[in-house]
């Protein structure tokens, strides 16, 4: 069966800080890969999605980027944090059994400070 | 990809149904309507999905009208962990783009 991790799970970064956030599916491959947002008491934002390696769509303009070096391995990126950062990340997938269904990761809490 | 509207919030007592609906007036012949929850802290869960015919799985029942322009989630005996945020979403491949939900609140 298929599976999503991401990690770290919790993370509490300085402003100006970098950030790495990393997510990779098991079991299925040439997945679309989805990284969203959710700020505080709010809904969530589609970030970028990726189609396969190499190939990043940026949904909206940001301070975050984001890089899919292997199939199953898609990883969000800042080089300096904003206080504004801050929020619920989630990494999603879809593609092969599911089809068009998109399953979700844990999700990571990040706090800029 | 079209549309959705649901109400904000609403309340269901436990042990009964909840039906959640949902708009979707500008929906095209090629998409989905998709349901997913949130419950707080967590990644949205998958519920359900469908095209034109109702669906049923061991979570939910989605029914969509005819002419496919609204549709119902029905949690058949709503529990006190069901409480959550209920996404409806039409697509067709590709993004999942969230609207505001509707928070339910199941009342023991």
């Known amino acids: 069966s298929q599976t999503i991790h991401q990690w770290p799970a919790t993370l509490v970064q300085p402003v100006g800080s970098p950030l790495s956030l990393e997510c990779t599916v098991e079991?299925?491959?040439?997945?679309?890969l989805y990284w969203y947002r959710q700020a505080a008491g709010r809904g969530l934002q589609l970030l970028f999605y990726?189609?396969?390696?190499?190939?990043i769509s940026s949904e909206v303009p940001q301070n975050l980027s984001a890089s899919r070096p292997q199939d199953r391995q898609f990883i969000l990126s800042s080089k300096k944090l904003l206080l504004s950062d801050s929020g619920f990340y989630l990494c999603?997938?879809?593609?092969?059994?599911?089809?068009?269904?998109?399953?979700f990761g844990e999700g990571s809490w990040l706090t800029v400070v | 990809d079209a549309k959705t509207t649901q109400p904000t919030s609403m309340d269901c007592a436990e042990g009964r149904a909840a039906n959640l609906p949902c708009n979707h007036s500008?929906?095209?012949?090629?998409?989905?309507v998709y349901w997913y929850r949130q419950i707080h802290s967590q990644g949205p869960q998958y519920i359900i999905h469908?095209?034109?015919n109702n669906e049923t799985n061991e979570m939910a029942s989605l029914i969509i009208t005819e002419d496919r322009k609204s549709s119902t989630l029905i949690l058949p005996h709503a529990t006190l962990r069901d409480t959550a945020v209920y996404y409806c979403?039409?697509?067709?491949?590709?993004?999942?783009?969230f609207g505001q939900g509707t928070t339910l609140q199941v009342k023991p």
């Open positions: 500008t929906i095209s012949g090629n998409e989905y």
């Open positions: 079991g299925t491959s040439n997945p679309n």
């Open positions: 990726s189609v396969g390696i190499g190939q």
């Open positions: 999603a997938w879809s593609g092969g059994d599911s089809g068009n269904t998109i399953y």
């Open positions: 979403i039409v697509k067709n491949t590709g993004k999942l783009i």
């Open positions: 469908g095209l034109k």
